[in-house]
């Protein structure tokens, strides 16, 4: 074995550009351990435990919380009421976003107006959002069933009927994220070379077919970034429906999800080994669904 | 090109100014509380309430209580829903507001250490202004622990009564509620105000609302919610349940609106949007109807319909705590000895805030508003219950909450509910 070739002296500037780097990453990586990565570690302790208010009165229980998890049949409605949220709201919202972006991306008057326009909900505070949603919801005064009622329609129960309240939550929920994945869709497109438009229109295809046989194939970088990130954010809904669906609504049970049983068990009732637990289930589905995505990659992503 | 270099640099300006106005009031408000230091007294005493409409009548009490000390008081409003969340944490992370509401719901979570609420009895052993016998002797005994320690101090009295419709009852030829009335006429009235078309309701009760409408009913015929000793729950005595069956009937009449409206909906918001002629109403919420045009036009106060038992009013009372670890004990004492003393118990009522608990202090409340009856809530204090409360209230008042949902909604008969709660709740108060 001949010994390595002139081992790379590593020089004072080496070190120098070394610790600058490290320096710059500190405040990130510092609130990325404190803020998430310990508080993790913590939840997971916490869940053996059944805990008392004011952060005392630990006792530890073993596997008692896990136990009660599994038969707890609101936990489980609720894991399917967020999968319910999630196979709503990230579909649509991706769907309408990518062709809102490719319609926003040619040159036309006003395109900038119309841009911030479709990114103005996320500017919005969510639970502002969700105050105004719930009274366009309202059953009986809400706007939406005034207009219902205009044309001669029978009013809906849009977030007291428990069949369709997770999707009039769903609605909002697509409705306040369209802007920001439009946002990132449009950078993706701009890295797409105009060639490839030329040369299938000189082919003869027409807008639809370019958009799937070009658009699509090499925005599909973008397009996993977002499905993953919409994924893992969706399975996390909470605010939509705490300010929505009011504690005395007979749509809660069909529509709470696993935060917001979080919410109510480590923070109303003051069971936070409980909640914890419940956290923990959720850390593990989100895990797992993001570990198939990621292996789903090779199969329709194509990088450069 | 020039149009793009003006607009950054005014951005940046615009940017920089307001960075400087929220420093530059920062400093401010540090100057005038660094005054305040130079007095013995100490910085702004924070308080923390949740009624926003009981705001305006305690900050005239306060800047009273300024002018007589130079203490200055901040008040802080967070609303019902999140305050407990908001003094629980503040709790765990030892940085609770310095005086604050008590309610008999949570100070059994609150009592059960010894560093969380100041320990106000040796204070008010040396205090001529405070007279523990001057309040009802139910509410001074609810906010001590079991060693018998003061931990809070009587701040008023509410009880419930029924806001009904005038205009409505004129127009069906009713005669209005006497005090004679029982739950029996109760429902026929709410039947006969019910209009077959659905624009109009005879009544609507929230599950959530028991405390002014069904906790009544069930002590009104002989039942309870939690037995005397506190160790059952009294879901399961047959007159419960015959008292929650009462309310059933007056549901299955078609008396109250979709349960959809009313899960949805404030009966307040009901009340004055003119769709339902009756509710139940709790003396807090006189500062919002009073507001209200319709309300002040149309509508007037009547006592609870009697059961075989009487009216039996819930009564409660909040209470005045401070925090054990107040940076300035001795400033939130002054304050809570000012608010529970005979003349601001007095100010508090003839402003209309609430109803007093210094005894003799709330018949100004009754004047506030003449144009509604408000001194049948004062009548009712007569015929009352307590409140219900046990240690851990809040662990099954909520499980209470969520399964009396069923029955409001028709979805189990009432029956099949209370004896499900009683099961539950059972367990609870077995682990207290």
Known sequence: ??????????????????????????PTMAGLIILNIIPIFQTIYQSFFKTGAFGRGYVFIGLDNYKRLFADTAVWQALLNTLKYAVIEVPFSIAIAIVLAVMLNQKMRGRSIYRMIYFMPMVCAPAAVAMVWRWLYNSEFGLLNH?????????????????????????????????????????????????????????????????????LPLISPTMFFVVITRVIASLQVFDSIFMMVDQSSPALPKTQSLVYLFYRYAFVENNKGYGSTIIVLLLAIIMVITVFQMKAQKKWVHYN | MNWKKVSAVMLVAVMTASLAACGGSGSDSKDSSDKQESQDTGKALTVAIWDSNQEPGLRQIMDDFTDETGIEVDIQVTPWKDYWTMLEAAAT????????????????????????????????????????????????????????????????????????????????????????????????????????????????????????????????????????????????EPKTIEAMEVIENIIKDGSMPDYNVVSENETTALMEAGTVAMTFQGSWAIPELAENDYVKENCDIAPLPKGPEGTKSIYNGLGWAASANS?????????????????????????????????????????????????????????????????????????????????????????DVCEDIAVEMNKFLAEE
């Open chain 2, 327 to 415: 940076e300035n004990t001795e400033g939130a004492w002054k304050l809570i000895e000012y608010l529970g003393s005979k003349e601001a118990q007095q100010k508090q009522a003839e402003l209309g805030v609430t109803m007093s608990a210094y005894e003799g202090t709330s018949d100004a409340w009754a004047n506030s508003h003449p144009e509604f009856n408000m001194q049948v809530y004062l009548d009712m204090r007569e015929d009352a219950q307590a409140y219900p409360s046990s240690k851990n209230t809040q662990v099954w008042f909520q499980m209470m909450k969520d399964k009396m949902v069923d029955g409001f909604s028709g979805a189990k008969p009432m029956k």
């Open chain 1, 147 to 215: 207009m219902l009622n205009a044309i001669g329609l029978p009013k809906v129960n849009w977030v007291s009927d428990p069949k369709i309240a997770i999707i009039s939550v769903a609605v909002v929920g697509i409705w306040s994220v369209i802007g920001y994945n439009m946002v990132l869709f449009l950078a993706g497109l701009q890295e797409i070379p105009k060639d490839y438009y030329e040369a299938a229109e000189i082919d003869g295809a027409n807008a639809v077919t370019q958009f799937f046989k070009i658009t």
């Open chain 2, 93 to 236: 992370g030892g940085s609770m507001p310095d005086v604050f509401w008590m309610h008999s719901d949570q100070i059994g979570t609150y009592a059960e250490y010894d560093d969380i609420l100041l320990n106000l009895s040796d204070k008010i052993k040396e205090s001529d202004k405070i007279d523990l016998s001057k309040y009802p002797e139910n509410l001074v005994k609810i906010y001590q622990n079991a060693d018998g320690d003061q931990l809070a101090v009587p701040k008023d009295l509410d009880t419930c009564a029924v806001w009904y419709n005038k205009k409505m009852f004129d127009e069906a030829g009713i005669d209005y509620p006497t005090a004679d009335w029982t739950w029996d006429d109760f429902r026929e009235v709410a039947k006969k105000l019910t209009k077959d078309d659905g624009s109009q309701y005879g009544v609507a009760i929230k599950p959530g609302s028991y405390q002014e409408s069904w906790y009544s009913t069930i002590y009104a015929y002989g039942g309870e919610v939690l037995t005397a000793d506190k160790k059952k729950s009294g879901f399961d």
């Open chain 1, 1 to 26: 074995m001949k010994t390595k070739k002139a081992k790379k002296k590593i020089t004072s500037r080496d070190k120098a550009e070394f610790l600058w780097g490290w320096l710059f990453i500190l």
